[in-house]
């Protein structure tokens, strides 16, 4: 019977890998569309605070023990700040100017943070593949990001041209970017989190620690946040405060605290797959040529700084070095 539960789980877990992708991707086209009814603090608080409740709950009824130190409670509170604040209040403010595919893609551009931050705090090799990686994904988060405007401007004339900066800092994609360098600093914290506290009632605490800033700024500076919303609306944010954020951080979480972060970041390409997907199918969200090839270009970046020592092997013939955490996650 143990080795027919064991292999049942086995089978299960590419799917769990993939699920936290699959869920953020979708959820992200249920906040765009409710986006135009209420405003970017409330959205981002009322994802947070109860999918935060929902997962403690969960962590109690499987006697997960709570925090006891007051290293677990500062880590908790930092990783809440930069993780939940930050990340989804710079993600709500993102969406009411971006699309969701498009704003999904520039979020998980973080992989690319995340290997630079790697490499500086932990020693981790980049390497010539993954240095190709990051340019390519410059590239790309320019094309994205970067009105067409600005990069025809670049190309005919000098450096010392003016350009309306101003206007770029009104577009949507720039707070997607700072969402995914807030989620990249979050992703690396992980390690130092778990060391104080269960992973599943850390992801329950910051959300709502997260979330608290975000509800009282909402109260503050924010008028009619649910006034507007229909019934639709609501099952939206449901299924986004559910699926999108207890679970889904539940899980990878979860896998994060127990695998190398570095190859469980690498499936992170896979959300704006999804969210490209069904943004076209249920928003009818189009992205012009030039962003195509800026999301060809970030995909393929993330994929060749995730999997750098594969390639590097399979072109050298020099076997990479082992990763027995890699092994255990992929």
């Known amino acids: 019977m143990p080795s027919k539960q064991s292999s049942f789980l086995f089978s299960l877990t590419p799917i769990l890998l993939v699920a936290p992708f699959f869920l953020w991707g979708t959820a992200m086209v249920a906040m765009k569309g ?38 677990a409670w500062a880590w908790i509170s930092l990783f809440a700040f930069i993780d939940g604040t930050l990340f989804q209040g710079f993600l709500a403010a993102g969406l009411v100017r971006t699309t969701a595919g498009l704003g999904s893609v520039m979020i998980d551009s973080q992989p690319l943070a995340v290997a630079v931050l790697s490499a500086w705090l932990f020693k981790e090799r980049i390497g010539a593949i993954g240095i190709c990686g990051l340019i390519l994904g410059v590239l790309g988060i320019s094309c994205i990001g970067l009105p067409i405007e600005w990069l025809s401007q670049v190309a005919t004339s000098s450096l010392t041209s003016q350009f309306d900066v101003a206007g770029l800092s009104d577009r949507g994609e720039w707070l997607m970017l700072l969402a995914a360098l807030s989620m990249a600093v979050g992703t690396i914290l992980i390690p130092f989190v778990t060391k104080y506290v269960d992973p599943v009632v850390a992801t329950g605490w910051h959300m709502i620690i997260g979330g608290i800033p975000l509800a009282i700024g909402s109260f503050y500076l924010e008028s009619n946040q649910w006034t ?44 704006p797959v999804f969210a490209l997907l069904f943004g076209s199918l249920f928003l009818g969200e189009t992205l012009d040529l030039l962003q195509w090839c800026g999301v060809c270009l970030t995909l393929v970046s993330i994929l060749l700084i995730n999997q750098r020592d594969y390639l590097w092997s399979q072109l050298t013939g020099v076997p990479s070095i082992a990763d027995p955490e890699k092994a255990k996650l992929l």
Do not use: C, E
């Not at 929902?54 to 997960?64: C, M, N, P």
């Not at 299924?239 to 990878?252: E, K, M, Q, R």
């Not at 979480?253 to 469980?264: D, V």
């Open 34 to 71: 409710v986006m135009p009814h209420t405003t970017p603090f409330f959205m981002a608080g009322i994802r947070l605070i109860p999918a935060g409740i929902l997962v403690l709950v969960v962590a109690a009824i499987a006697k997960r023990p709570q925090p006891q130190s007051w290293q």
């Open 228 to 271: 507007a919303i229909t019934g639709s609306d609501w099952l939206s944010i449901a299924y986004s405060t559910v699926f999108g954020s207890a679970i889904a951080y539940g899980l990878f979480f979860y896998f994060a605290s127990k695998g190398n972060l570095t190859s469980l970041s690498s499936l992170t390409f896979l959300t």
